[in-house]
Structure formats: C-alpha cells, structure tokens
C-alpha cells in the first residue's frame, strides 16, 4: 500500500486500478545462489605417473575455475576434504593468492567419497544449491546417484571427471549424467588443459 514518501515510480497502476487505492510494488532483493567448488582429494589406485597427473590436473583446473570466478566478480565456495572437511570462501585476489601458495602442499589423502563432502555441506548449511562444480578422479555409483538427485532438484551441475578410456562402467555413469542434465569434461590425466579452457594460457599460468 502506498505511503506518503514512497517513490511515484513504484506505484503498481494496475493493482491499484483493482483495489481503488494506490499500491506499491514490492521490491524483494533476490539472493544468487552461492557457487560451490568441490574438490575430490581421494586417494587414488593409479600407478605412480598417472597419479601424479591426475592431482596436478585436478589442481591446475580448481585454480583455473576459481580465478575465472573472480574475473567476472563472482566468489566462490571451496569444499575439500583430506584428514578433515574444509571451506574456504575465495573472494579476492588475496584470498586466491592464498589458496594458488597452499594448493602446493595440498595432500590426496581422503578416503571418503565425494559424494559424502556435498551431503555434509547440506547438512551443514540446510539449503539449496545454486550452482556446483567438482573435479574428480572417481565416478562411483553413489556418486552418479547423488548427482543425479541434485540436478532433479534444480542444481546447475559441471563435473570435471578424469577417468579412463577402458572403464566401461564409469564411462555408462558419466553418459547417465549427460542424458540427467549434468554438463560433463570427461577428460584424461595426460590431456592438455587446452581441452577445457581453451588456448589463451600462457607458458606457465595457472
């Protein structure tokens, strides 16, 4: 209802041609969904060569994702998990700064699925997500549930994958995914960035 010292602009004419007084609109601030990253710091079973490429990838690309973020403004929520759960809210340059020194010394060293790290969050936070990104090494079928429930529920979903070509049975879960609704990179350890990003890094960049 219109109250003296309220703009004329927000007058709502056609509410108040039907209640024969002048009405306002109602002006809701709408709250963006928070974009989480999560990031799968499992173990893995790959031999020695591809176990090293497989974390250096994951890490080059959370790096990647988390400075496109704050290009376009936007901070995101980072949820890992290695001898405990961990959130790290990145929304400036320092804050990334902080977390490209610390991704040095990060340790593959969880034994938990992934899937467990976005059903704490949940519990953790009682609310919807957004917007959620993860990179793993690892397409369990708890995992193809977990995501596939989510995307249902109206998540935007990205899923980083590295698998392998030989895999018949994680490559069917990715496919589900794909065909849920879920935007898919599955990609390889030994693969170039280039895939995913594109080719405007350059020598050395992150």
Known sequence: KYAKGDSLKQIHWKASAKKMELMTRKMIEIEEPQPLLFLDLNVTDKPGGLRIALEDNIIEIALAIVK?????????????????YRETFIRDARKF???????????????????????YYYQSHMKDVGCMILITGNMSIALMECLS??????????????????DEEE???????????????????EEDLEIIFGSGHSEGEQ
């Open 68 to 84: 496109q973020f704050l290009d376009a403004d936007t901070p995101i929520l980072l949820c890992s998990q290695d001898e405990r």
């Open 97 to 119: 700064e902080l977390f490209y020194t610390d991704s040095a010394e990060i340790a593959f060293q969880n034994y938990s699925g992934i899937e467990e790290q976005i059903q």
């Open 149 to 166: 429930h989510h995307v249902k529920n109206g998540c935007s979903i990205v899923l980083f994958y590295f698998g392998t070509q030989y």
């Open 171 to 189: 490559i069917n879960r990715v496919r589900f995914l794909k065909d849920e609704g879920v935007v898919c990179y599955d990609i390889h350890p």
